[in-house]
């Protein structure tokens, strides 16, 4: 069975600096990887995907994330946080033999601190 | 381009009452998920159709819930009755399947409250 998971409920990070927000998988096939990110009183936003090719993928508003197969994981990044970046994040994953769902995680929190 | 459209954006009834809940997908995706997002249990999903057809509701909570996909264009989401432990923001989402490489796409959700 596919699952994701995210060891951090909430991530402090000052602004200007970098940041990192973690994600682990697994899944029985090849992943097909992603980062939403809501704001308040809005719906989840797509970030970024991985599917196959370069393991470093950049996505919206700066964010890039690392897909690492020997250690099954995907974590978010951005060199340079802003304010704005505060939110909550969240890592998913399908399996790539399954043309369906994605399974979600519970969430990491991000406050970036002025 | 319009993005998934749900209504109404906030609900607030009463015990017992029937609610339901709409959703209009993108044209042209052939994939729609309802989720539900709670503080307790983060964001689950409930049920998702491809092609109108409904593939997996085993989120589905109790029979009080009910959902249909009469068209490609709209989906409904039906509480009946409504206790106050359905109450959450309910999302629905939508995506092109048959590349297994498409994003979902979110509506802004319906917050209900039942009192």
């Known amino acids: 069975a596919q699952s994701v998971a995210q060891p951090e409920d909430q991530v402090n990070v000052a602004e200007g600096n970098p940041l990192t927000v973690k994600c682990t998988y697994s899944?029985?096939?090849?992943?097909?990887l992603f980062w939403y990110v809501q704001y308040p009183n809005r719906g989840l936003q797509f970030l970024l995907k991985?599917?196959?090719?370069?393991?470093l993928v950049k996505g919206s508003y700066g964010f890039e994330a690392e897909f690492n197969k020997s250690q099954t994981s995907f974590h978010l990044k951005k060199p340079s946080a802003l304010v704005s970046d505060s939110a909550l994040y969240f890592c998913?994953?399908?399996?790539?033999?399954?043309?369906?769902?994605?399974?979600f995680g519970k969430g990491t929190r991000l406050h970036i601190l002025p | 381009d319009a993005g998934v459209i749900q209504s109404p954006r906030h609900e607030v009834t009463e015990m017992g009452q029937e609610v339901t809940l709409r959703c209009k997908p993108i044209?042209?995706?052939?994939?729609l998920f309802w989720y539900r997002q709670t503080m307790m249990r983060g964001l689950e999903l409930l049920i998702y159709?491809?092609?109108?057809?409904?593939?997996?509701d085993s989120g589905m909570p109790e029979d009080r819930f009910s959902a249909k996909m009469p068209n490609a264009s709209f989906s409904t989401l039906k509480i009946q009755p409504s206790e106050p432990r359905d109450s959450a923001v309910y999302f629905c989402?939508?995506?092109?399947?048959?590349?297994?490489?498409?994003?979902?796409?979110f509506g802004d959700g319906t917050r209900l409250s039942i009192l």
């Open positions: 998913a994953v399908r399996d790539g033999r399954r043309d369906d769902k994605i399974i």
């Open positions: 989402a939508s995506s092109f399947t048959g590349l297994g490489n498409q994003p979902q796409h």
């Open positions: 991985y599917i196959t090719g370069d393991n």
């Open positions: 899944v029985s096939g090849n992943p097909y």
């Open positions: 044209s042209g995706h052939n994939s």
């Open positions: 159709f491809n092609n109108n057809v409904p593939i997996d």
